[in-house]
């Protein structure tokens, strides 16, 4: 607890230094803080929170997340007069610096809080990330960063409203038709074989050390070998994806349906259960959290599978090919849009796998 | 080793029980399949060849010729086999069409990445080990990190660098961190936080402080999980730095082999890379898994 305090002294000290440093130097080119109001209200605001947070001791919550939502106002006031700032702003980023400081102990108050619930688990990350791309967006403009190394998520935004047509195109070809089509099939074989193999064992010892040693090679390797078997629309993908996934599934079912112990099949085995009763009670069931660890593997394999397999060959349509043509064009607010559309379809996907985990292996330790 | 029961039984028994037997069947049936394959994969071009120069052709005559073309659909094991040959042993290393020179490209790059990638992970996963609201705020970013298919930047990312003047190892090598810090993260945290409440308590009898907690305790007690982790990540790694290879112009490496065989449709030249790939792959994950057993038999574990 002891050495809690002492980092937020230093926090908190730290926090004053940089605010009051930063009031004392230009927030442009020869720009003063008193030259511009409406930037140096919500500041002060904000500094008062910084004093209260390092003497008083009460309602820290409170006002250190009236301190950030003033504070953010700052920078964005500031750039919105047109001036480019850069580093003449020095100032400024000094103030942003010390802001971080609050924004990060609203967040720890935030983490603290011993409510917790969905809502609280979302809440902290949720700011944070939101606290990132403010950053991102008030250092990218802020600096005037070119465009073609890293757009503003504003910028990348205006794109995503813009272009929605392509972009649900694209999505179309490469999730819904190659990647949705290629994980079915992957990971149905991959536990078909795996339901065959646990009834051979020959076949289990014989294609189990392959399938450990399938994991240490790069698959994605064979995409150009199935754009030349099966053209260049979705179905070459997705048998880029069938190949990926197919070994994961394979592996992980057989070790979900032998992870039984020995007490437990006795114990179906005293009761006279027959091979079928003793599969469906107890193997599947508990080969279920294995299963699911594949389908969640398998999920993140399957949409860089496809869009890799774009980049050697597609129809004019598809995220990989997308990114690699806009790159070239220098369009890279648009690539950028292609990736958080990728980003987002791979968390829901992957977030459906849990929730759908969840519901089936409730009984599992790791949820209770 | 684990001691191992000695099979039981007549010889036939025992070869049946283990393991080579099966795995060698196996590998034998994937072999006459993928004659099979090359056979009934190359027989309509082959065909089509014969019938243009009207020769009256047999069944010998078709395999035999669906075995050796210059370009087939499906080449058979023995023209990779011959086409890795003559590309490892015949060439020079320093070549630029040897193979060898090209996985040493794709190896370097990939360990400087594997390399990268450790610190990174360690660096975060203690991290979130030792501050609440790292944890709290860090690792959901960690997870959705990697819903980022960064395969999907490496172009891009590649492009970037090389426009601010990084070219050769480096921009791969950091596809290849930024794919593998994220297992080394996972299971670090695991395994910092493995130590049972029993061994904790004994610590803080002796009264120890966290900096000797994590020195002596926990970082001992995480480097099964670490290395666990590390075999999926030198894996992905090498992933990384082939993908990486991709949009550099194939100039080296075994990604830009397997683009500009794919350009001309080269398919001997990309089965050969790809073998090629899959021989770096299981090279560096034993590697891993060698290091591993010397590190656990250097820390007191019993054989």
């Known amino acids: ?368 | 080793m684990t001691t191992r029961v000695a099979p039981s039984g007549t010889l036939g028994q025992r070869i049946y029980a283990g393991r080579a037997f099966p795995v060698s069947v196996i590998l034998t049936l994937v072999l006459i399949a993928w004659y099979a394959g090359a056979v009934y994969l190359n027989a309509p071009q082959v065909i089509e060849k014969f019938e243009r120069a009207k020769i009256d052709w047999t069944v010998g005559q078709l395999i035999d010729a669906s075995w050796s073309m210059g370009r087939p659909v499906l080449p058979s094991p023995h023209q990779v086999a011959i086409e890795l040959y003559k590309t490892t042993v015949l060439k020079n290393v320093t070549s630029k069409r040897s193979l060898i020179f090209h996985a040493y490209v794709t190896g370097s790059s990939t360990l400087l990445g594997f390399a990268m990638g450790i610190v990174l992970g360690i660096f975060l996963a203690v991290g979130i080990v030792h501050v609440q609201t790292l944890e709290k705020s860090l690792l959901p970013w960690i997870i959705a990190s990697q819903t980022v298919p960064i395969l999907a930047i490496a172009p891009m990312v590649i492009i970037i660098l090389g426009n601010m003047g990084y070219t050769g190892l480096l921009p791969k090598a950091i596809i290849s961190m930024y794919l593998c810090f994220f297992p080394v993260v996972i299971g670090m945290v695991k395994g910092l936080r493995s130590p049972d409440p029993l061994q904790l308590d004994l610590m803080r009898t002796y009264s120890a402080t966290p900096a000797q907690v994590f020195w002596k305790l926990r970082l001992a007690s995480s480097v099964p999980f670490l290395f666990t982790s590390l075999k999926v990540a030198v894996a992905i790694s090498l992933v990384g730095a082939i993908v990486g290879e991709l949009p550099t112009g194939a100039q080296a490496g075994i990604g830009a082999r397997l683009l500009s065989g794919s350009y001309y449709g080269q398919t001997v030249q990309i089965w050969s890379a790809l073998v090629v790939a899959s021989v770096l792959g299981m090279v560096l994950v034993y590697a891993v898994g060698l290091t591993e057993r010397i590190v656990a038999s250097r820390m007191g574990q019993r054989p």
């Open chain 1, 1 to 368: 607890m002891n050495q809690v305090g002492l980092k937020r002294r230093i926090d908190d000290g730290l926090c004053l230094l940089l605010m009051a440093v930063g009031f004392l130097l230009p927030i442009g080119a020869g720009i003063g803080w008193l030259d511009m109001p409406g930037v140096l209200i919500p500041a002060l605001i904000a500094f008062g929170c910084a004093v209260w947070l390092a003497f008083g001791r009460t309602m820290s919550l409170g006002v250190s997340l009236v301190g950030a939502a003033s504070g953010v106002l700052v920078p964005s006031a500031a750039m919105s007069s047109g001036a480019v700032l850069g580093a003449q702003a020095a100032g400024l980023w000094l103030f942003v610096a010390g802001l971080s400081i609050i924004v990060w102990r609203a967040l720890e108050n935030l983490s603290e809080l011993k409510r917790s619930g969905a809502f609280m688990n979302l809440l902290v990350p949720t700011l944070f990330g939101l606290w990132l791309l403010y950053l991102w967006e008030v250092l990218v403009i802020g600096f005037d960063v070119p465009k073609v190394l890293l757009p503003a998520p504003s910028q990348i935004g205006e794109i995503l409203a813009s272009r929605t047509d392509i972009l649900w195109v694209d999505f179309q070809q490469t999730f819904l038709k190659a990647v949705l089509g290629g994980f079915v099939i992957g990971c149905g074989s991959g536990f078909v074989v795996a339901l065959v193999i646990d009834r051979v064992p020959f076949l289990a010892r014989g294609l189990l050390p392959l399938g450990s040693a399938v994991s240490a090679i790069p698959i994605v390797g064979i995409a150009p070998i199935m754009v030349m078997w099966f053209g260049f629309d979705w179905q070459s993908k997705a048998a880029v994806i069938v190949v990926m996934t197919f070994f994961p599934m394979m592996v992980n079912t057989l070790a979900g349906l032998n992870s039984p112990d020995e007490m437990q099949k006795d114990l179906l085995h005293s009761y006279g259960a027959s091979d079928r009763q003793s599969f469906m009670n107890l193997r599947l069931p508990s080969a279920l959290p294995f299963i699911f660890n594949a389908l969640k593997i398998n999920s993140t394999l399957a949409l860089i599978g496809a869009i890799v397999a774009e980049f050697f060959g597609t129809p004019t349509k598809g995220m990989g090919f997308r990114i690699s043509t806009e790159m070239a064009r220098m369009n890279v607010d648009t690539v950028w849009a292609t990736i958080a559309v990728a980003a987002v379809a791979g968390s829901v996907f992957y977030g459906m796998l849990a929730l759908l985990e969840r519901r089936l292996t409730f009984w599992h330790p790791s949820y209770r």
